[in-house]
């Protein structure tokens, strides 16, 4: 193990790694290709008392330390860093901080089921405007009698849709900077509280990550988390320790990575010998064995001053740039030690680099670690308050953004006077709906939103009537296949640049604007009014589009 550890420590690894390459090993592959979150594997995890490993046996965790949460994630990582990614995120992220601040009803309503691994944990922080700059956060929580009120949305979220629980932050005191946002545990089930559809990811495709929207949920007073205006600093406090998780799970990663360049290379012979004889190669390996010894002493003694309860801040930065920085290297030595078999799908390596990427990003990007050791290695300085914009920036020029709300009907007569008013008819029906799409006057687009399958006859009839060619967004094409993948509209398939858009079911993310910036004219409908569209378009409608559609054929066909 090139570590020296504990009796103790090390049985503990070898029942992790058991599991892993027993249960998980087999099947990595497959959950990768697929996308699959193993809800089996997390359930038998939950049984081994691996989703409640540094947490006390009064609320069912399992009563070690967090080096025992290191090596776990880090073992699991070796085979899965999907699989490490979920237990990670659970534990530090979704876990935590209700065992640290939660009160005793919290903990036995929230906290028992996730020690025991009956629910899984999520952690809300980031948004569209609140990225690094995590101060940012722009969701809102106003108090109304006995619940506050929630609104906003989270980006990026591990774990979402699959857990139950969400430690998620919020502004409670609008202009007080950090010290307006408070943190709540938000249930699942709360109404209002939806999910986008999951993100398709280069790599970790066995953890599941999507959007957190909020509309006006109700979530109980006894459910903000400590007090009110601490939640900057718990969520500051809470990803501390999960730097710790995420550098385990790099470690893994590359440790995973160098045994199996190192059978490969021991096992593959050109010119007459084995490829890790080579000098080259062995001084890589050499290299590599002696880094993740490194990384492994950065680790541990971050989880063991954790364990301490002495500050461990710059520590757990410090070991999460390390590792990950150096998974991304070893991953890719250790493809390049394949050759051309390395690129190929079904060899773990392929896996293992793609994996590696995001840990050099997410909870906290390497450059903000270096930013946080810096902050400590240096004498600090008063910081100048800052002004954050708070109006959204458009991704496709100055738009009249002119939005109509209410009654379908009156709102669909409105675009098209709207419309009309700007020199629009409606005169040709005999457009080929299958026509070029970079070529094509006008557009009708579906959007992940338009939901069944046999609504894209709703959008068929739209484009026809309007004399538009149809089209989708990336996932409503691959996902969903409304239209051949060769036909979306976006950043890595199609421009428009013809006169009209119009977009049904249509969220607006940045990867669909890029490719509509220079159309003439933008139309959004959609139910969500919060949805980023609105803020990139010149006429929208809010409103369900199963209304709205069938009201803007017959506006047109009156026209
Ligand atoms: N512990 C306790 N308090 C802390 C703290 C810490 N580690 N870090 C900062 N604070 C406190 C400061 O003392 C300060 O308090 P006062 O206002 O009372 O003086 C307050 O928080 C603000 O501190 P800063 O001025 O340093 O904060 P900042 O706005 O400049 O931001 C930052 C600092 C380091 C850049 C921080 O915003 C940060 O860590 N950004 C990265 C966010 C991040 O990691 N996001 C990951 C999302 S989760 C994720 O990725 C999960 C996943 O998918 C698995």
Avoid: C
Wanted: proline share 3%.
């Amino acid at each position: 193990m090139a570590y020296d550890l504990p009796k103790d420590l090390e049985e503990f690894r070898k029942v992790v790694r058991d599991f892993a390459e027993e249960k998980i090993k087999p099947i990595a592959y497959h959950l990768d290709q697929a996308k699959e979150f193993p809800k089996e594997i997390v359930k038998e995890l939950g049984e081994m008392g691996i989703m409640g490993i540094p947490f006390s046996e009064q609320y069912g965790g399992a009563g070690l330390t967090n080096e025992h949460y290191a090596i776990a994630v880090e073992e699991l990582s070796r085979v899965d860093a999907g699989v490490g990614v979920i237990v990670s995120a659970h534990t530090s992220l979704g876990t935590w901080g209700l065992n640290e601040w939660g009160s005793e009803e919290q903990k036995e309503k929230y906290l028992r089921p996730l020690l025991t691994g009956k629910s899984v944990g999520g952690f809300g922080l980031t948004e569209d405007n609140a990225g690094s700059d995590s101060a940012g956060t722009e969701t809102t929580a106003v108090l109304e009698g006995d619940h506050y009120i929630l609104n906003g949305k989270k980006i990026f979220i591990t774990n979402a849709p699959e857990a139950q629980t969400y430690l998620v932050t919020a502004v409670t005191t609008p202009g007080k900077g950090n010290h307006g946002i408070s943190m709540f545990i938000v249930d699942k089930d709360f109404e209002g509280f939806t999910f986008s559809e999951p993100y398709d990811k280069l790599g970790i495709r066995s953890s599941i990550t999507a959007e957190l929207h909020f509309k006006d949920v109700k979530v109980p007073k006894e459910n903000l988390l400590g007090e009110e205006g601490k939640g900057f600093k718990y969520a500051m406090m809470i990803l501390d320790g999960g730097r710790i998780g995420i550098a385990s799970q790099a470690l893994g990663i590359a440790q995973g990575a160098y045994e199996s360049a190192k059978e490969y290379g021991l096992a593959r012979e050109q010119f007459g010998q084995a490829i890790a004889r080579m000098q080259h190669n062995t001084f890589v390996l050499a290299d590599m064995a002696t880094e993740l010894k490194a990384a492994r002493l950065l680790i541990y003694d971050a989880a063991r001053k954790k364990d301490k309860h002495v500050p461990y801040g710059m520590d757990a930065a410090m070991a999460k740039l390390y590792a990950s920085d150096l998974a991304e290297e070893i991953t890719s030595k250790a493809l390049q030690m394949y050759g051309g078999s390395g690129f190929i799908k079904g060899v773990d390596v392929e896996r293992f680099y793609r994996d590696s990427k995001i840990t050099q990003i997410y909870e906290g990007t390497n450059e903000i670690m270096r930013v946080v050791i810096g902050s400590y290695i240096l004498p600090r300085v008063k910081k100048e308050k800052r002004e954050r914009t708070k109006t959204k920036q458009s991704q496709v020029g100055d738009r009249k953004k002119k939005i109509f709300k209410g009654d379908p009907k009156e709102a669909a007569k409105n675009l098209v006077e709207a419309l009309k008013a700007d020199g629009f008819n409606f005169d040709n029906k005999d457009v080929d709906a299958n026509g070029p799409i970079l070529e094509a006057e006008r557009v009708v687009v579906a959007g992940m939103g338009i939901g069944e399958d046999q609504n894209m006859e709703l959008i068929k009839d739209l484009a026809k009537e309007s004399g538009a060619v149809v089209s989708a967004t990336r996932p409503a094409a691959q996902v969903r296949g409304y239209v051949p993948s060769d036909r979306y509209i976006g950043l890595s398939g199609t421009d428009f640049k013809g006169k009209l858009y119009i977009g049904v079911g249509v969220s607006g993310a940045m990867q669909h604007l890029k490719g509509i910036k220079d159309a003439g004219t933008i139309v959004v409908i959609n139910n969500d009014e919060s949805a980023d569209f609105f803020e990139n378009t010149d006429y929208g409608i809010v409103g369900d589009f199963h209304k709205v559609v069938p009201a803007l054929i017959e506006e047109i066909k009156n026209a």
